[in-house]
């Protein structure tokens, strides 16, 4: 669409690579981890925002891998909520496919 801040793929790269060489990093992972959804925030597309041939597309989850703990950090589209997968030696050795649960709910935290 061209707008400024748009969908298009290009944008989107374009937008994510100027904020991974300007974010501070730190030596606290989860500062780190953070700032990895915090990009990941500004190039998500909303449900409802991009229409193509009929069809809506929106970002259905993002997705962090951390390398050295071999572990997955996953956030659904319909939750505000982080889910760590850890990449065991028994989850990596099964042949078939593994399920695992993930909520798809909007967690709120009252302070009153």
Known sequence: NGLPGGYTSTERFVRATYLRHHLSSSHN???NLMNCFKILD???I???A???AGETHYTQYQLVMESKERSYYIKPYFSNQIFKIKLTEDILSKNEMTFLPINH???ITSIQ
């Open 42 to 44: 500004s190039v998500s």
């Open 46 to 48: 909303p449900q409802g």
């Open 50 to 52: 991009v229409l193509d």
């Open 29 to 31: 992972e989860d500062i």
């Open 105 to 107: 709910e909007l967690k």
